[in-house]
Every structure is written in C-alpha cells, then in structure tokens.
C-alpha cells in the first residue's frame, strides 16, 4: 500500500461514539454484540467477528491486566493466521484509503484486543 492510500488507525467505545462519520470505515471488531446498544442506533461498516480474539483466547484472558502481555503475543498470532490475514485484507478493502476506526465495546481500551489490532494494522499498512 502506498503512502497516500495509508489509513490512520484509531479505537474508540462504541458508547462513546455510535454515529457513522463520513470518510471513515467503521468497523467494530468484538465478537459479543455491546450489552445496551440497539442495533439501528449503532452505525458500522463492518462486524469483523473474525477479527476479534477466539473465544478460547477471550475467556483465557478475561481482561485480566496482568495476562495482557500473553494475550497480545497469542492474539497477534491468530491475527497472522490464514483466516486473520483474510479478515484483514477485507477490512482494508472496506476501508479503500479511508481512516479505519475499530469500535470496541471494552472499557479499557489500553488493555483490549482493538488496541493490539490497531498497533498490528498500523505494523502492515
């Protein structure tokens, strides 16, 4: 990808921002659907289930802070798997150039699996 079709990365709660923004591919990237968002006021280009941490891997680490290191080793390995690679070639062809805002229902961001996608996209693009 050329330097000019290089999306910015950005991670924001879907709480915090359920409105669609024009020139951004929106693409909420948790495999559980938010508790207490309605469906039709949620605005997404993309529920990227497949890019969201295994179920094994979520329950493993449960957002417990101290695993964070292991969990960001073992999801950026499901991330370079086959069907990873597939999930993210797709978004990136969503998105065409455009900013990529990964929507993540998790309260800390800093801790969570759209906070390792988006260090890992902005590592291949």
């Known amino acids: 990808m050329s330097s000019q079709t290089t999306p910015t990365i950005t991670v924001e709660r879907v709480y915090d921002h359920p409105e669609s923004e024009p020139g951004t591919a929106r ?11 309605r469906k039709d006021d949620f605005h997404y280009d993309d529920w990227a289930k497949d890019l969201a941490p295994s179920t ?30 597939e999930a993210i070639a797709r978004v990136l062809a969503l998105a065409h150039g455009r900013a990529i805002v990964l929507l993540t229902a998790t309260r800390d961001v800093e801790h969570s699996n759209a906070d390792v996608l988006a260090e890992f996209l902005e590592e291949i693009v």
């Open 56 to 85: 094994e891997l979520r329950h493993w680490y449960s957002h417990d802070v101290s695993q964070f290191r292991e969990f960001r080793a073992r999801y950026r390995a499901e991330l370079e798997s086959d069907e990873g690679r």
């Open 27 to 37: 693409v909420f990237v948790d495999r559980l659907w938010p508790r207490g968002v």
